[in-house]
């Protein structure tokens, strides 16, 4: 599959250490926003759009693992980036240990937000995609969504429900549905063991879509990564309990 060009941005001193942010699939760049104001004051921030969110393209799928891990590789090779940090939401995290698994020696350190050893077996990602490309992403919207936000913070912070539900909606069937046949089955444990990066792995104590056990699986399979639960958050725990999520990760990443 033909490399596609990522749509990223840098944000933070030129001087300063990378760290990547990779976003968990069906959200974009600004699921990060909780997160910038900590993490730019001592690292350059490179944040990047899957294929077809934002302005990413969207080549005809099905994906592979291989073709989204090369899609990083070449970004980093083309914006000469030697060492960095990787930083990566939910499903994102499957491309982050790709990623450390294909470059150990580059990556100084790495964190998950959510993240998983692969693709959970409870959600056909195959179904998924098929009504993607039947009904565009409105045909899985609230059944996707559903599981990112506490029923007491939906009903706290609703415009912030609303703007990640359209953000949603608004990307490319063509590039969600490619997406989900690269992590359809998806199982990493076995490359998992060759990350030398010092990690740490963060669940959501109420996230029904990778509950803590998927997050104590991935830290277990990674030679002595750290392991945290966060309390009163769903999956997107970075938006929902920033406040801990950021401590955690300036103390690991940043610190």
Not at 29 to 36: D, F, N, R, S
Not at 55 to 70: F, R, S, V
Not at 102 to 123: D, E, F, H, K, N
Not at 149 to 172: C, K, L, N, W, Y
Request: hydrophobic share 45%.
């Amino acid at each position: 599959m033909t490399v596609a060009p990522l749509h990223y941005r840098f944000d933070g001193s030129r001087h300063a250490p990378v760290a990547l942010l990779v976003p968990s699939l069906g959200t974009k760049w600004p699921v990060w926003e909780p997160q910038m104001p900590e993490l730019t004051r001592t690292l350059r921030v490179l944040r990047i759009n899957h294929r077809g969110h934002g302005a990413t393209p969207a080549p005809d799928g099905p994906y592979t693992m291989d073709d989204l891990g090369n899609d990083v590789l070449a970004l980093l090779d083309t914006c000469e980036i030697g060492r960095f940090s990787i930083i990566a939401a939910g499903t994102g995290g499957a491309l982050a240990s790709w990623v450390a698994a294909a470059r150990p020696a580059q990556v100084r350190r790495l964190a998950y937000v959510a993240g998983t050893t692969g693709a959970p077996p409870a959600l056909p990602r195959a179904n998924i995609a098929a009504r993607v490309r039947r009904g565009g992403m409105a045909a899985v919207s609230a059944e996707i969504t559903r599981s990112w936000f506490t029923p007491e913070f939906a009903e706290q912070r609703p415009d912030v429900v609303a703007r990640m539900v359209d953000e949603f909606e608004g990307i490319s069937p063509v590039g969600y549905a490619g997406h989900c046949h690269a992590l359809d089955g998806l199982d990493q444990r076995l490359s998992l063991s060759r990350i030398r990066a010092p990690t740490l792995v963060l669940s959501a104590a109420h996230d029904p879509f990778l509950p803590p056990g998927h997050g104590r699986r991935l830290a277990d399979a990674i030679p002595g990564a750290r392991f945290e639960v966060i309390p009163r958050a769903a999956h997107l725990v970075g938006i929902e309990r920033a406040d801990r999520v950021n401590e955690l990760l300036m103390e690991h990443v940043a610190g």
